[in-house]
């Protein structure tokens, strides 16, 4: 009898059939036979060779010998004394060939992929994605690629016939499909970020004639390994002594330009610049650090000494300071003579002491050390000394609460220092507002200490390093904004002019002794990565020397960088930049990131670092970083607002720049919006998470969620706090320390929140992700907190870089881009 149930029943079936002939449709759907017009082909290789690698017991590294040369975007390879040109697959016509065969392409992905690879009428091969061996089963390989381009090599060593090969990929989804080209143009990747050569370290002779450089790369085969070359170079840039043993640390030039000292292996050697002989002078100098030629027959190097391991089942603590593992390390001052080896103590006592700068021909040393041992004091005073050899006999300069650096100009002294230094000489700033000692001042202080003068009031730029030039002007490395520069500040004029080195960032400079100086400088632009740069400080004259760009960026797109700054309510301009998706389609929608600064200091405009925006914009996002209230580098009373503030400011400008931002770009979606930070940044970013709902997804990096708990347990929190919260305390100030707190506030919090902290983090520590973790748990609100074991307040780590940064990126697809896979392949349920 057919009735009501029996058609529900036909039509139940009905359907089921439609789902799985769907289903079978699917995964012809998804099948994307690869065109073999878009994959290069090189061969035969070797073609006379009688065994192939397979045939040996050292497959692996013959392979892996051909790897590099085969990955390169070079059209051509010899091998042999032989030239072989990449053509493509398709036009190869014979059936079978010799020696062994390699086939390259270049897949994009979209989003996070997942597919499965099969190689067709290939016996013996391997395949290679990003230089990384992946594994095999039967010439099937299940792929899954991250979102950008990814080369896919394949080196075969057995064809039958070479009109059979088909390489057949099937994704995992409809949305997975892969774009294969030949074409060896990149959108800008994690690896290169990461793994690209860079300048660690540049030293310049005192005659400019000669200098050393280390390079600094990473790769696949050695991991977080990092590999050094360090050269000696003549001024024509050609190497003549390259350090094959080991890297040399603790460089020094002797001033008459015959020799260069440094550290090996726990030895000090003396090397001859004329012909290049070798001398040791010393071997037991453990824990020495910072040698220069005092004189040219002697050196002046710090030394230090750690107490014995103690078997006691207890810490008894000394002050605040001991919660810092090397607390109770001690810093001293010595002399090794060159010829003889004998090393002579300057200092001794309870109290470390530190070379600020020396004089040879007065015989006197600049010192500095602390007050006293375990100061506490959110100032912590230090004194500072000038020692006379001979007599051994110390002369106080006198005691500063803000001090950072001092450097011998003639008879004087430079002294940078914060706004407060010597009661408030470098203030400039209305009576009623606290200085940001974090905001470096320049002053010109007599040897005795009696007379100083402020010499930077009227600069903006906030002054951190001081290198004296021999007529007594200084050379001066300063934060401008969101920008690292050089400054030449000239003693008889009593004026700044800026150094032109069409950088965005001077990351390392070393300028020589002569008349003439010459600077080597290190630096990136925001859109540019590191170049050496020689420049001429009388002629102003700028000549390239190396460029990672030819290097490590060839044929990458680099994303497009714009200017962005608007007016707070306040009536201040509040600087920013962001950065566009590759090939932007202004019709289309696209998701944003914001970020901002962590400490007091800016985000500076370095090509890349810590937190990637170029790598973020390549993946498809608008990424506006913005400079908000309290940072350094925009004037005294600029970032005077970052004291006992606590996102006070901030958090609006950085909300009011965001709203600024869509109204500017019309192609930003505003329901896609994403905000992130670390340290104070992350602090920020909780507390946006508890003011507003304008963000859809938001990460937290070792952010404070208490205020009060930092404080007290971060080992530097409550010196950061002397600043942060001057004159304020949880007993004088409950208010402060309580209500600006984000744990205080987590009720409010409807942003999904992502919390990520070094589990060994001494600076942030952990406990203040698990403080807002917990709170949003029991209050049932979206929060997830990813722990790096063994990390400390950054992510260093190349594994962990790359973790960490494809954490960021995947948890934001989930969010801002309804792409969840890439987040649940890394952290299934």
């Not at 073609?47 to 692996?60: C, I, L, V």
């Not at 002779?205 to 070359?229: E, F, L, M």
Request: include cysteine.
């Amino acid at each position: 009898m057919f009735n009501a149930l029996t058609a529900k029943r036909l039509q139940y079936i009905k359907k089921t059939l439609i789902l799985l002939s769907f289903c079978t449709l699917s995964s012809q759907l998804f099948a994307e036979p690869l065109d073999k017009n878009n994959i290069n082909f090189i061969g035969p290789l070797a073609a006379d060779m009688q065994h192939k690698p397979y045939q040996t017991e050292h497959r692996n590294a013959i392979v892996n010998s051909l790897l590099p040369a085969l990955q390169s975007v070079q059209s051509e390879l010899s091998l042999f004394g032989k030239n072989h040109q990449w053509q493509s697959l398709q036009k190869v016509q014979a059936l079978t060939l010799g020696g062994i065969q390699a086939l390259k392409f270049t897949a994009t992905a979209s989003r996070f992929s997942q597919g499965n690879l099969t190689l067709k009428g290939i016996d013996k091969a391997e395949l290679f994605i990003n230089g990384v061996k992946q594994k095999s089963d039967n010439n099937n390989y299940k792929l899954t690629l991250t979102t950008g381009q990814h080369q896919i090599l394949i080196i075969t060593e057995q064809v039958a016939n070479w009109h059979n090969v088909e390489l057949d990929y099937v994704a995992n989804t409809k949305h997975q499909n892969l774009n294969i080209s030949k074409e060896p143009k990149n959108r800008l990747s994690a690896k290169q970020l990461f793994d690209a050569a860079t300048i660690n370290m540049i030293s310049q002779a005192p005659d400019a004639k000669q200098y050393i450089v280390t390079t600094r790369h990473y790769g696949d085969s050695t991991a977080n390994q990092a590999q050094y070359i360090t050269e000696l170079k003549n001024d024509d840039d050609k190497v003549i002594y390259r350090f094959e043993s080991g890297q040399p640390s603790n460089i020094t030039w002797s001033p008459d330009n015959k020799s260069l000292v440094y550290m090996l292996d726990g030895k000090l050697k003396q090397l001859n610049r004329k012909n290049l002989t070798l001398n040791t002078l010393t071997e037991e100098l453990t824990g020495a650090s910072g040698f220069e030629f005092y004189n040219n027959s002697s050196l002046i190097f710090s030394w230090s000494k750690s107490p014995k391991s103690s078997d006691s089942l207890t810490k008894h603590y000394k002050g605040l300071q001991d919660r810092w593992s090397y607390a109770r390390t001690t810093y001293q001052v010595y002399l090794l003579d060159n010829n003889s080896g004998f090393i002579k103590p300057l200092t001794q006592g309870p109290l470390s002491h530190s070379i600020e700068d020396f004089n040879s021909n007065k015989g006197t040393v600049l010192l500095s050390r602390n007050v006293q041992a375990m100061q506490a004091n959110t100032h912590p005073a230090t004194e500072l000394l000038e020692l006379t050899i001979a007599t051994n006999k110390t002369a106080a300069v006198g005691q500063y609460k803000n001090f950072n650096q001092a450097k011998y100009s003639n008879d004087d002294i430079y002294i940078i220092a914060g706004p407060d230094f010597k009661e408030g000489l470098g203030r400039n700033l209305p009576d009623n507002m606290l200085a940001n000692n974090y905001d470096g001042q320049l002053y010109l202080v007599n040897h005795q200490g009696k007379q100083a003068k402020a010499l930077s009031k009227q600069f903006d730029p906030s002054i951190g390093q001081v290198e004296v030039l021999t007529n007594g002007d200084a050379l001066v490395k300063v934060t401008e904004q969101d920008t690292q520069q050089l400054y030449l500040f000239d003693r008889s004029k009593n004026h700044f002019t800026k150094i032109k080195t069409h950088l965005d960032v001077v990351e390392k400079f070393s300028v020589s002794a002569n008349r003439n100086p010459s600077l080597l400088i290190t630096g990136t632009s925001a859109s540019a990565p590191q170049k050496l740069q020689r420049l001429n400080l009388n002629s102003n004259r700028v000549n390239t020397v190396w460029d990672s760009k030819p290097l490590s960026y060839a044929n990458t797109d680099i994303p497009t960088l714009e200017e962005f700054n608007f007016i707070n309510q306040q009536g201040a301009e509040i600087t920013g930049r962001v950065y566009l998706p590759n090939d932007l389609d202004k019709s289309k929608k696209y998701p944003a990131l914001v970020y901002y600064y962590g400490g007091t200091s800016p985000v500076s405009r370095s090509f890349t670092g810590r937190y990637p925006f170029n790598l973020w914009a390549a993946n498809g996002y608008v990424v506006y970083v913005v400079q908000p209230t309290g940072a350094t580098g925009f004037g005294q009373e600029f970032s005077a607002k970052h004291v006992n503030a606590w996102g006070q400011y901030t958090v609006d400008d950085i909300m009011q720049g965001t709203q600024a931002l869509l109204a500017q770009y019309s192609f930003i979606d505003k329901n896609r919006l994403g905000n992130l930070g670390a340290s104070y940044g992350g602090f920020i970013t909780m507390l946006l998470a508890t003011k507003t709902d304008m963000f859809s997804a938001s990460i937290a990096h070792a952010g404070i969620s208490n205020i009060t708990s930092y404080w007290g347990q971060g080992w530097w929190g409550y010196l950061y706090s002397g600043e942060a919260s001057k004159n304020s305390f949880p007993w004088n100030n409950n208010e402060l320390y309580s209500q600006r707190s984000p744990v205080f506030h987590a009720d409010k919090v409807t942003t999904p929140l992502l919390l990520l902290h070094g589990d060994a983090d001494t600076n942030v520590p952990v406990g203040e992700s698990h403080n807002m973790y917990t709170a949003l748990k029991l209050l049932g609100k979206d929060v997830d907190l990813i722990e790096y074991k063994g990390a400390n307040h950054q992510i260093f780590s190349r594994d962990k870089r790359f973790d960490w940064w494809s954490t960021m990126l995947a948890y934001f697809d989930k969010n801002l881009k309804d792409e969840p896979q890439w987040w649940e392949y890394l952290y299934p349920n």
